[in-house]
């Protein structure tokens, strides 16, 4: 019978950082803290200013190796009545993960995302999403994150595990489909965004 498989056991399972896992290093050009970190492609989902339905989060640099975030819970990002979709607030944290990579400037994609939804939240909400990252592993970036309500210090509502992996430029390209990559790499800003971060190794 086929059907989903569950994730692998053993070393692919825990998303708590291996014992001979260091301590992140903030990049000297990272964002000042306080300083807004941007959309990374303007088609993104998470952050992207093109997609009308799409979360329009809005990042920025925190001390340390960390980044707060914002977005608004609109109508069409219902799950239940009057309610966000769980699905969409998964994006959310794995956008605000995602934004982190401007910290250390390493490209980073999702590997592994776990989320614990601890109260439901209304349409209408300003999350108040924070990340930081607590260790790195050769390519692997372990992170923690909370999403509030109401407030930077608000109840909170979501709490999440992640494990990013470092990738290069050619993730993208190679994978991408061609009219969005030929698209994104006649884009001046997104050409420049990916050149800081092959400039910054
Ligand atoms: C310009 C910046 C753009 C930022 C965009 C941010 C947007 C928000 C973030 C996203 O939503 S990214 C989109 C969602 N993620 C993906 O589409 C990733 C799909 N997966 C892959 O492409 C590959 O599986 C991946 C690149 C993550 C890893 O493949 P690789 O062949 O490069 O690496 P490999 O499989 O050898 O794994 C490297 C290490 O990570 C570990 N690993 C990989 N996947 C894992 C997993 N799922 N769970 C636990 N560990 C994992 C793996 O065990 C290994 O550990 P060790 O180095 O200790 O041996």
Redesign the pocket.
């Given at each position: 019978m086929s059907g989903p498989t569950a994730?692998?056991t053993g070393?692919?399972?825990?998303?708590a950082p291996?014992a001979d896992a260091v301590a992140p290093v903030r990049h000297p050009d990272a964002p000042a803290p306080g300083e807004p970190i941007g959309s990374?492609?303007e088609n993104?989902f998470?952050?992207g200013g093109n997609q009308p339905h799409g979360l329009h989060l809005s990042a920025r640099a925190d001390e340390g190796v960390a980044v707060t975030a914002e977005f608004t819970v609109r109508p069409e990002h219902q799950g239940a009545p009057g309610l966000a979709h769980g699905g969409l607030l998964a994006?959310a944290l794995?956008?605000t993960?995602?934004?982190l990579?401007w910290l250390f400037r390493a490209?980073?994609?999702?590997?592994?995302l776990e989320t614990d939804y601890l109260l439901p939240v209304p349409v209408g909400t300003v999350l108040h999403l924070s990340a930081r990252c607590e260790a790195v592993?050769?390519?692997?970036y372990y992170s923690v994150a909370e999403g509030r309500l109401d407030g930077p210090d608000g109840p909170v509502a979501l709490r999440a595990r992640a494990?990013?992996?470092?990738?290069k430029?050619d993730?993208?390209t190679a994978?991408g489909r061609e009219e969005e990559i030929n698209a994104a790499m006649s884009d001046p800003d997104t050409v420049k965004?990916?050149r800081a971060?092959e400039v910054n190794p």
């Open positions: 994730p692998e070393a692919k399972a825990p998303l291996p990374h492609y993104c998470g952050c994006s794995d956008e993960f995602g934004a990579s490209i980073t994609v999702t590997g592994r592993h050769g390519r692997k494990l990013f992996i470092e990738v430029v993730h993208f994978n965004a990916t971060f």
